[in-house]
């Protein structure tokens, strides 16, 4: 009797699983033309949360210059998948559900049926889920600060050797000031422009700053342009007294390696004064300035071994930069056009600047013809 007992009861278990197995595969097949419904309503409203919070990444992006969230990201490539498997199966609906029968609760192909009931609910349950975690506050971040910005530069004829120079001596880690002076359009600023591009192409060590200084207030100009590189720049900025700005720039330089780059100072630039640590080889900070006077880079850089005397160019440099701005074509269309060529050279005195604004204010790009007029 006892092992009736425990054979009856191990029946009524066994029988018991497997109606509960069966009912919970059949609910696949009765509930499949009310999933496939509430599969497609709520398939729209993801569709349309993708949509708006699209739409609100790329303002971030396109506006503000924002990057976009990584977790906004991962959720708009999960919507896509699901809503591409949604729409798959919402196509194929229409054969599966033909072959329901009684009411739609059998199928006359119980094992496809049940499959892909089963893929509907299982997809309904992820758009939901997508749908409840896609409400985000904020959508994207302010990328990081790029070591260094780009800079537009005219061509280096005639001061590839002092961008060597500079570059050189860059790399001695006993070297924190360098100093370049010479007459004004002698091509200090392009210089300056190239070791900039230097940095951007080469190395991402230094957060590089790039700053004019000129005449008036160039403390607070320099310091405006230094905030803006290391992220100080904001809307309480402006109203912080030359001291603040100074303790603020001071505290976020002292911390990073960097190289600013200063030009054209008219007078010794107080670099403390700004906020800016001096360079030492423990800090491997660099500075960097332009100015037209030999006293001023004295007073910066007391080493001269350390400044760099940008000369004029001579006459056969002056005349290929020209070249290079007017055109070989220009200056083959007439025999003369050539001898013209060489007469503004030398009233340039083989300074780049004036080469390059007589080629711009004369207009000879639009008009060849016109260089026979000023001269």
């Known amino acids: 009797m006892g092992n009736i007992f425990s054979i009856s009861l191990s029946l009524d278990t066994i029988i018991t699983r497997c109606w509960d197995c069966a009912a919970r595969q059949a609910i696949y097949i ?5 999933n496939l419904h509430a599969l497609q309503a709520e398939v729209a409203k993801l ?3 993708r ?5 609100r990444v790329r303002i971030a992006e396109d506006e503000q210059q924002h990057k976009r ?8 490539q999960r919507a896509d998948h699901v809503v591409a498997d949604a729409d798959q199966l919402s196509r194929e609906s229409p054969q599966q559900v033909e072959k329901l029968c009684m009411g739609g609760c059998c199928s006359r192909h119980p094992r496809s049926t049940h499959k892909f009931g089963k893929q509907i609910a299982t997809i309904l349950q992820e758009v939901k889920h997508l749908k409840e975690n896609g409400d985000f506050s904020d959508v994207a971040c302010k990328p990081p600060l790029p070591s260094a910005t780009k800079r537009p530069s005219e061509p280096t004829v005639g001061l590839e050797s002092y961008v060597n120079q500079v570059w050189s001596s860059l790399q001695k880690e006993q070297v ?3 100093g370049i002076y010479g ?3 002698v091509g200090k600023t392009t210089l300056l422009n190239q070791i900039n591009n230097i940095f951007h192409d080469t190395t991402h060590d230094y957060r590089v700053i790039w700053a ?9 100009k320099v310091q405006d342009e230094i905030a803006k590189r290391i992220g100080l720049s904001n809307e309480g900025w402006e109203s912080r007294s030359r001291d603040e700005k100074a303790g603020d720039i001071f505290n976020v330089l002292c911390r990073k390696k960097f190289a600013l780059l200063l030009d054209d100072i008219w007078e010794r630039f107080d670099l403390t004064g700004a906020g800016v640590p001096l360079p030492t080889q423990g800090n491997g900070s660099k500075v960097i300035f332009t100015t037209r006077s030999r006293d001023v880079c004295c007073q910066m850089q007391p080493n001269m071994a350390n400044n760099i005397k940008v000369e004029c160019l001579p006459p056969g440099k002056a ?4 070249e290079e701005k007017v055109g070989s074509e220009t200056l083959q269309l007439h025999p003369d056009i050539r001898k013209l060529a060489k007469a503004v050279v030398e009233e340039c005195a083989g300074l780049p600047l004036a080469l390059i604004n007589n080629w711009a204010s004369h207009g000879i790009q639009e008009d060849p013809s016109r260089m026979g007029i000023c001269y």
């Not at 949509?51 to 739409?55: K, Q, V």
């Not at 969230?69 to 708009?76: A, I, K």
């Not at 004019?212 to 607070?220: F, G, K, L, N």
């Not at 005349?319 to 020209?322: C, D, V």
Request: glycine fraction near 12%.
């Open 212 to 220: 004019v200084a000129s005449q008036d207030r160039p403390i607070e």
């Open 183 to 185: 007459l004004g359009g």
């Open 69 to 76: 969230l990584n977790q906004v990201e991962g959720w708009l």
């Open 319 to 322: 005349l290929k930069l020209f």
């Open 47 to 49: 569709k349309e949360l």
């Open 51 to 55: 949509g708006d919070l699209t739409s």
């Open 176 to 178: 924190g000031v360098i």
């Open 30 to 34: 009765c509930n499949l033309e009310d």
